[in-house]
């Protein structure tokens, strides 16, 4: 069974402030794992995938816990421009051949 | 940057009308993919396509639908006898596979079945 959790939210944060989303994923044979940003009406875009060590990218960070089955993102530093639904995606075989698997998202407000 | 194009960005149909909805991905990548997104709920995966053929599908994707690369750079996803359930964004998206396989997405099309 493929499924992804989300907190749906709202989270409604201060401009400038640190935000972090969890998910949890059920399938523990999940193979790859990604956070995309999904604005009103709009595709979702890859914001980054998550490796097994953590990365960072400027502002964001993500993490895994593959014991745990749980993929956390941080956003530092929070700007208008963040406010979005934030979705967590896993994969569950690489190759190319399977589709993602999206969480419901988590939706963020940045307040000026 | 190179982008997945899709047309047209909104589709107004009847009931039991077929529609193509068409893609071109990014220009270098392999893999293909529809997913939709009924509104206010979760992005759901159509079908992958590769080398000219269906690779995974999943239950959505029935025998109303149907996937074809016409030509180098078009990819289509056909709704036969559309249903007023089939009311979604359709969004196309492209890969080049691999262990990460990063997926990227196109604009969608929204489309309306009355």
């Known amino acids: 069974r493929k499924e992804v959790e989300q907190d749906p939210g709202p989270f409604n944060v201060p401009e400038g402030a640190t935000v972090a989303f969890n998910c949890t994923y059920s399938?523990?044979?999940?193979?790859?794992f990604f956070w995309y940003r999904q604005d009103c009406r709009k595709e979702p875009k890859l914001l980054m995938s998550?490796?097994?060590s953590g990365n960072e990218d400027g502002r964001f960070t993500a993490q895994l816990n593959r014991a745990s089955q749980y993929i956390s993102l941080l956003i530092r530093d929070s700007k208008l421009s963040d406010s979005a639904t934030y979705l967590c995606v896993v994969l569950y075989s690489g190759g190319g051949a399977d589709g993602l698997t999206f969480g419901k998202g988590t939706h963020l407000i940045i307040q000026p | 940057e190179p982008e997945v194009t899709q047309t047209p960005s909104h589709q107004v149909t009847q009931m039991g009308q077929e529609v193509i909805l068409r893609c071109v991905p990014i220009s270098n990548h392999l893999y293909f993919y529809w997913y939709r997104q009924i509104l206010g709920q979760k992005v759901e995966f159509l079908v992958s396509?590769?080398?000219?053929?269906?690779?995974?599908k999943s239950e959505i994707f029935d025998d109303q639908f149907s996937v074809e690369r016409p030509d180098g750079s078009n990819f289509t996803l056909k709704i036969r006898s559309t249903k007023l359930e089939d009311s979604a964004m359709y969004f196309c998206?492209?890969?080049?596979?691999?262990?990460?396989?990063?997926?990227?997405f196109g604009p969608g099309t929204r489309l309306t079945v009355l």
């Open positions: 998206a492209s890969s080049v596979g691999g262990e990460v396989n990063e997926q990227f």
């Open positions: 998550v490796y097994s």
């Open positions: 396509f590769y080398n000219n053929e269906i690779s995974e």
């Open positions: 399938n523990s044979a999940s193979q790859s």
